[in-house]
Every structure is written in C-alpha cells, then in structure tokens.
C-alpha cells in the first residue's frame, strides 16, 4: 500500500491512536533531531552529524515498531505442534573417580 493511497476509516483510526501514543516520545527524538542540527555549522552537517540524524531517526521507527506490536494480540490461531517433546536430559555424573 502507497503512503499516498487513503486507509479505510478502521485503519485510519488505528494509525491516528498510534500515532497518540508516539506523540510524546516523537517529541523528544525531534526536540534532540533540532538541537542537533542547529548546534552544527553548515560544513558539519554531513558525515558524522548525517549518523547520528539517521540513528535518531532509526531509534523512532524501532519505537513505533515497539508500539505497534504492543497493540496487537498476542498468541497463535493455529494448532500446537505436532512435533514431539524432548526427553529430560539426564543428570550429569563425575567422569572422574575421586583417589582416596
């Protein structure tokens, strides 16, 4: 689906309520995006500056990640396996003997 292409109104509304619960963390990664970039000259803002933008930028995308699937049901639908279950390993015994 193309960002550009309209969410059906259920969609809609799940975007709006994420977007709700990023809104405070959003804020704080753009206040430390903008002190960033204004505390930088012009020659500086490439290379290790272009960095630490794209991990900030990354740090928001894995919290509205986190957010989303926090949201969402857990569990499967299916069945259980029908693999069998390993047996109990055996406890561990001295392969050494002890010399009185």
């Known amino acids: 689906m193309s960002l550009q292409q309209p969410l059906s109104p259920e969609l809609e509304a799940e975007a709006q309520a994420l977007v709700a619960r990023l809104r405070p963390q959003a804020e704080e990664d753009l206040l430390a995006l903008a002190r960033l970039l204004v505390s930088k000259e012009d020659?500086?803002?490439?290379?290790?500056?272009?960095?630490?933008v794209r991990d900030l930028m990354h740090g928001l995308g894995a919290k509205a990640y986190s957010a989303h699937l926090a949201g969402k049901k857990r569990g499967?639908?299916?069945?259980?396996?029908?693999?069998?279950?390993?047996?109990?390993t055996p406890p561990s015994?001295?392969?050494?003997?002890k010399q009185p």
Do not use: W
């Not at 020659?43 to 630490?52: I, P």
């Not at 499967?76 to 279950?85: D, N, V």
């Open 43 to 52: 020659r500086e803002l490439f290379g290790d500056t272009e960095l630490e």
């Open 93 to 97: 015994t001295a392969t050494e003997t």
């Open 76 to 88: 499967t639908k299916g069945r259980a396996s029908s693999a069998l279950t390993a047996n109990k």
